[in-house]
């Protein structure tokens, strides 16, 4: 784990202005990688890490050198099936000289060349510079979901590219994309940036330049090829057996490790799965404390509503560690702390701005998790995009609709309606539901009965297709970083998610559950009944009571409703205090504060 950054040229060589800002990018970065930096800079490339030690501690194994020197790599994450390519190296006659998984990345590349991505099963980010053919190449490669971020700007015939795209933000004109601030209310994220020309190399992807032409390509496209044979009985047993080889091979050996718990049944059955393997490994919990709960709640969205009641989810983990004899570790946080580490916690996102309620509990999890000297953590993520747990995956809310998919998915979503994102911008915008409605009937590859197409068209959208890397991955790795931690998430693991896709929509969904093959399984390993019958909740801090009902709501809504808000030099101010004061739904008035302070660092 740790931060990667660079810069590149095909055309001249590097200016020393160039290299300066890359060398100044991995200074801002330093606090992903706290063991060591290094670099590799020759006339026409510049490479940058610095370097967080999960596997093979003892070398300083970044950046990794091709035995001629030729090829120079620096790699972010983590190949949890190195050992075995590492055999297969090994039996075609290649010398390893060191136990990590970064040296596996060079030999297989000097092997398969660019067809090495698709053998990896893992999270990553990789940059590989390759001088060996006379042509300078070079190559920035990213996961299958894109657990691990990166982000590229061109300039001036230079490629910059960095873990983070803050860092980014630095070098062009810092002008608003305002089709970005569209994407961000129709969607809850931009497809690039809000930042004019910061782009975002999309997940199961590589980037090529040769020659000064600059090319991206996919290396893996899922593919929904509805198996039918396969029964509930078989399911429960062939998953259940996944999720624990999964743990086996995704669970550090030579670093103390935890498990985020949340109370839901994805993080539960995590916890239960991991514990497993090792006793008495931490399970994490962390939570908003001193906010009243003597709140009516009534006409809110009901993922949200669970959360509004009790506040926290305390008491429910504190029960499912008694009845699992698990230790749990609580981190609660006061709405002093959450308001002092407000715009910390926007920051730290990844890709900029994302509009999601869960980054302070993920934030200050990490930080328990840091303090404990965990180096790694698990996770439920991804659990609900695999199994249909939201409602904007749930295939019986887009049936009969007159709406595209993508449209769809934005009313769901609940920040900006059509009609009233047009009027919310001072400015003309694109809005992006037509390009993102043909991008998924594009790349989507599905066989099956309707019902079966239907969901699994919805399960690409919110997952690798659009939604789940800069909406949700990206804040997972962010906040956790930010300390740092590694997070995984082996729900993610390819096995995992290649043999759920093949599933037929009878064992993940229907017209009363959500989850099925889950719950079973869940069921199966021991999780509670309480957990496994409680309907969807989404992680989140109780917004309508903290915004609306305490004695901090002033002081929220008053950031938006100043008439200096920085957000309203690009926005309808009557629209916009609009939103801020809609208590009906609370994530308006937190995308619109997210937004605020995130604008505010480019004054």
Same mark, same amino acid.
């Given at each position: 784990?740790?931060?990667?950054?660079?810069?590149?040229?095909?055309?001249?060589?590097?200016?020393?202005?160039?290299?300066?800002?890359?060398?100044?990018?991995?200074?801002?970065?330093?606090?992903?990688?706290?063991?060591?930096?290094?670099?590799?800079?020759?006339?026409?490339?510049?490479?940058?890490?610095?370097?967080?030690?999960?596997?093979?501690?003892?070398?300083?194994?970044?950046?990794?050198?091709?035995?001629?020197?030729?090829?120079?790599?620096?790699?972010?994450?983590?190949?949890?099936?190195?050992?075995?390519?590492?055999?297969?190296?090994?039996?075609?006659?290649?010398?390893?000289?060191?136990?990590?998984?970064?040296?596996?990345?060079?030999?297989?590349?000097?092997?398969?060349?660019?067809?090495?991505?698709?053998?990896?099963?893992?999270?990553?980010?990789?940059?590989?510079?390759?001088?060996? #053919? $006379?042509? /300078?190449?070079?190559? @920035? *490669?990213?996961?299958?979901?894109?657990?691990?971020? =990166?982000?590229?700007?061109? !300039? %001036?015939?230079?490629?910059?590219?960095?873990?983070?795209?803050?860092?980014?933000?630095?070098?062009?004109? #810092? $002008?608003? /994309?305002?089709?970005? @601030? *569209?994407?961000?209310?129709?969607?809850?994220?931009? =497809?690039?940036?809000?930042? !004019? %020309?910061?782009?975002?190399?999309?997940?199961?992807?590589?980037?090529?330049?040769?020659?000064?032409?600059?090319?991206?390509?996919?290396?893996?496209?899922?593919?929904?090829?509805?198996?039918?044979?396969?029964?509930?009985?078989?399911?429960?047993?062939?998953?259940?057996?996944?999720?624990?080889?999964?743990?086996?091979?995704?669970?550090?050996?030579?670093?103390?490790?935890?498990?985020?718990?949340?109370?839901?049944?994805?993080?539960?059955?995590?916890?239960?799965?991991?514990?497993?393997?090792?006793?008495?490994?931490?399970?994490?919990?962390?939570?908003?404390?001193?906010?009243?709960?003597?709140?009516?709640?009534?006409?809110?969205?009901?993922?949200?509503?669970?959360?509004?009641?009790?506040?926290?989810?305390?008491?429910?983990?504190?029960?499912?560690?008694?009845?699992?004899?698990?230790?749990?570790?609580?981190?609660?946080?006061?709405?002093?702390?959450?308001?002092?580490?407000?715009?910390?916690?926007?920051?730290?996102?990844?890709?900029?701005?994302?509009?999601?309620?869960?980054?302070?509990?993920?934030?200050?999890?990490?930080?328990?998790?840091?303090?404990?000297?965990?180096?790694?953590?698990?996770?439920?993520?991804?659990?609900?995009?695999?199994?249909?747990?939201?409602?904007?995956?749930?295939?019986?809310?887009?049936?009969?609709?007159?709406?595209?998919?993508?449209?769809?998915?934005?009313?769901?979503?609940?920040?900006?309606?059509?009609?009233?994102?047009?009027?919310?911008?001072?400015?003309?915008?694109?809005?992006?539901?037509?390009?993102?409605?043909?991008?998924?009937?594009?790349?989507?590859?599905?066989?099956?009965?309707?019902?079966?197409?239907?969901?699994?068209?919805?399960?690409?959208?919110?997952?690798?297709?659009?939604?789940?890397?800069?909406?949700?991955?990206?804040?997972?790795?962010?906040?956790?970083?930010?300390?740092?931690?590694?997070?995984?998430?082996?729900?993610?693991?390819?096995?995992?998610?290649?043999?759920?896709?093949?599933?037929?929509?009878?064992?993940?969904?229907?017209?009363?559950?959500?989850?099925?093959?889950?719950?079973?399984?869940?069921?199966?390993?021991?999780?509670?009944?309480?957990?496994?019958?409680?309907?969807?909740?989404?992680?989140?801090?109780?917004?309508?009571?903290?915004?609306?009902?305490?004695?901090?709501?002033?002081?929220?809504?008053?950031?938006?409703?100043?008439?200096?808000?920085?957000?309203?030099?690009?926005?309808?101010?009557?629209?916009?205090?609009?939103?801020?004061?809609?208590?009906?739904?609370?994530?308006?008035?937190?995308?619109?504060?997210?937004?605020?302070?995130?604008?505010?660092?480019?004054?």
């Amino acid at each position: 784990m740790c931060s990667i950054n660079g810069v590149f040229s095909s055309k001249d060589q590097l200016t020393k202005e160039a290299i300066f800002n890359a060398k100044k990018i991995q200074g801002q970065l330093k606090y992903r990688g706290t063991d060591y930096s290094d670099e590799f800079v020759c006339p026409t490339c510049a490479l940058y890490s610095n370097v967080f030690s999960i596997v093979d501690r003892s070398h300083r194994s970044i950046p990794f050198y091709s035995e001629n020197k030729k090829v120079v790599l620096i790699f972010n994450g983590e190949i949890y099936n190195y050992k075995v390519l590492r055999s297969e190296l090994q039996n075609r006659g290649y010398i390893f000289n060191t136990e990590s998984d970064t040296e596996v990345i060079m030999r297989s590349y000097e092997e398969y060349g660019e067809n090495c991505f698709i053998k990896f099963k893992g999270m990553f980010a990789i940059a590989i510079f390759d001088q060996r #053919k $006379g042509v /300078d190449k070079f190559l @920035l *490669a990213r996961d299958r979901f894109g657990e691990k971020p =990166l982000f590229y700007l061109e !300039k %001036n015939n230079l490629l910059y590219f960095a873990s983070e795209s803050l860092p980014l933000v630095d070098l062009p004109n #810092k $002008g608003i /994309d305002v089709d970005g @601030l *569209a994407e961000s209310f129709a969607l809850g994220f931009s =497809l690039n940036h809000i930042i !004019k %020309n910061v782009k975002r190399l999309p997940p199961s992807s590589y980037l090529r330049v040769t020659n000064n032409e600059l090319e991206i390509k996919k290396y893996w496209m899922p593919e929904f090829c509805t198996d039918y044979s396969i029964n509930q009985e078989k399911a429960i047993l062939e998953y259940t057996n996944i999720l624990s080889k999964t743990i086996i091979e995704m669970y550090p050996q030579e670093v103390e490790s935890g498990v985020f718990l949340s109370g839901g049944v994805d993080s539960t059955l995590m916890s239960i799965v991991v514990n497993n393997y090792k006793k008495h490994t931490d399970c994490i919990s962390s939570g908003l404390k001193g906010i009243s709960s003597d709140v009516v709640i009534s006409g809110h969205d009901s993922d949200f509503s669970g959360v509004e009641v009790v506040g926290n989810e305390f008491e429910k983990v504190k029960k499912i560690s008694e009845v699992l004899n698990i230790n749990l570790i609580k981190r609660e946080f006061t709405a002093d702390e959450y308001i002092d580490n407000f715009n910390n916690i926007v920051l730290h996102s990844p890709g900029g701005p994302a509009i999601t309620t869960s980054p302070p509990l993920w934030f200050f999890a990490a930080n328990k998790a840091r303090e404990l000297g965990k180096r790694t953590v698990f996770a439920g993520e991804g659990a609900d995009e695999l199994f249909c747990g939201y409602k904007t995956n749930n295939p019986k809310l887009y049936l009969n609709s007159q709406d595209s998919l993508a449209e769809k998915y934005s009313e769901i979503m609940g920040l900006c309606d059509k009609n009233e994102l047009n009027r919310l911008f001072k400015d003309k915008v694109n809005i992006p539901y037509e390009k993102i409605n043909q991008k998924i009937d594009d790349e989507f590859k599905g066989e099956g009965k309707q019902q079966d197409i239907l969901m699994n068209k919805l399960r690409y959208m919110l997952g690798s297709g659009l939604v789940m890397c800069p909406h949700m991955l990206e804040k997972a790795d962010g906040m956790t970083m930010a300390f740092p931690v590694e997070v995984r998430l082996p729900y993610l693991y390819v096995d995992s998610v290649e043999y759920i896709y093949k599933l037929p929509s009878e064992l993940i969904i229907d017209n009363n559950q959500t989850k099925i093959l889950l719950r079973k399984v869940a069921k199966k390993i021991g999780v509670p009944n309480f957990v496994i019958e409680e309907p969807k909740q989404r992680t989140s801090l109780p917004y309508y009571k903290l915004f609306f009902r305490s004695k901090y709501s002033s002081y929220f809504q008053n950031k938006i409703l100043n008439k200096n808000a920085l957000i309203k030099s690009v926005l309808n101010c009557d629209i916009v205090d609009k939103m801020a004061l809609d208590d009906k739904n609370p994530r308006r008035l937190l995308s619109l504060l997210i937004l605020e302070s995130y604008l505010a660092n480019f004054e």
